[in-house]
């Protein structure tokens, strides 16, 4: 059984720093697509960055490409868990963030819509004041 589950968000000024985690349960590491997305209140759901397990090769999908630059995901193989790491936080990164999976689905990661991640977390809050 998958299992994900969120953690390290939390109230940061402009300009600060957080690092999301995402540990995975029943996931093995190879040949999947891990994501994280962003929800801000009343807007849809949206890609941040996406990883394909296989490789490890990194995507940066925000439609607006604001987060270039700015936010790192990652891998740990030994502890089965994805990060996002969050530098020079703006006030538009303000939403619930979410890590999903979508297992043997890679290599071509950023070319899956949020509705093909079969197994989502239970989201994390990120708000940054000015």
């Known amino acids: 059984q998958v299992q994900l589950v969120e953690s390290g968000g939390g109230s940061v000024q402009a300009g600060g720093s957080l690092r999301l985690s995402c540990a995975a349960s029943?996931?093995?590491?190879?040949?999947?697509?891990m994501g994280w997305f962003r929800q801000a209140s009343g807007k849809e759901r949206k890609g941040v960055a996406t990883?394909?397990?296989?490789?490890?090769?990194?995507?940066?999908?925000d439609p607006t490409d604001s987060v270039r630059g700015r936010f790192t995901i990652s891998l740990d193989n030994a502890k089965n868990t994805m990060y996002l790491q969050m530098n020079s936080l703006k006030p538009d990164d303000t939403a619930m963030y979410y890590c999903?999976?979508?297992?043997?689905?890679?290599?071509?990661?950023?070319?899956?819509?949020?509705?093909?991640?079969?197994?989502w977390g239970q989201g994390t809050q990120v708000t940054v004041s000015s």
């Open positions: 029943g996931v093995t590491f190879s040949g999947d697509c």
């Open positions: 990883i394909y397990t296989g490789n490890g090769r990194t995507y940066y999908t």
């Open positions: 999903a999976a979508a297992l043997a689905r890679g290599p071509f990661c950023p070319a899956l819509a949020p509705g093909e991640y079969r197994y």
